[in-house]
């Protein structure tokens, strides 16, 4: 057994991949490029205790290292951090999800942005307004959401007045040839 071994715990949907990794954060990728919903990593134990968990939660095996989330295994999960899935069926931890206004300052971009972000769907988020649909919409963007977000696309800082200014007298500055 390497010292550098980990049991990991991932949720995607309503299973769970019980497997062994050296580096669980690398094998969440390359998991996550096979599987057509959205992985999130719960758990990781030190050491290589993947046949014994096995073993434990043999009874919801589906298929290989893949288990139905149900029973003990869901027990074993939420006291580990698993809340179960979201609206668009995303696992989640217990973090908390952000307002408009602090995905704004994780994203370092004005609430506004996010707001269209939103509206062209390329950020994920739903309403938690008494009233959907009315125009007073408010809404929750998940971490998990936030971070698909970054992944899928670099984002930029927009150029400052000055740096637009610069580049406005430079354009003026062409010399004209008579």
């Known amino acids: ?17 019980i497997g062994v990794s050296d580096n669980p954060e690398a ?7 096979g599987c057509p919903e959205t992985v999130v990593l719960i758990n990781k134990i030190k050491g290589n205790v993947e046949r014994d968990m096995h073993e434990m939660f043999a009874k919801y095996r589906t298929n290989g290292e893949w288990f139905k989330i149900q029973g003990d295994l869901r027990s074993y999960l939420i006291k580990h951090g698993y809340s179960g899935s ?14 408009v206004i602090e995905a704004a300052e ?15 769907c390329e950020i994920r988020a739903y309403d938690v307004s008494s009233r959907p649909g009315t125009g007073k919409s408010r809404y929750r963007i ?26 406005r007298r430079t354009r003026r500055a062409v010399p004209q040839y008579v």
């Open 142 to 167: 998940t971490p998990q959401a936030i971070s698909d977000f970054i992944e899928a696309r670099t984002l930029k800082a927009p150029p400052t007045k000055a740096s637009v200014r610069r580049k």
């Open 27 to 33: 094998r969440l990728k390359t998991i996550q490029t």
């Open 106 to 120: 994780v994203l370092g971009i004005p609430a506004r942005a996010v707001r269209d972000l939103i509206g062209r």
């Open 1 to 17: 057994m390497s010292d550098r071994e980990y049991t990991y715990f991932m949720v995607a949907g309503s299973f769970c991949k």
């Open 86 to 99: 979201d609206k668009f069926g995303v696992a989640t931890s217990n973090a908390k999800p952000y307002t």
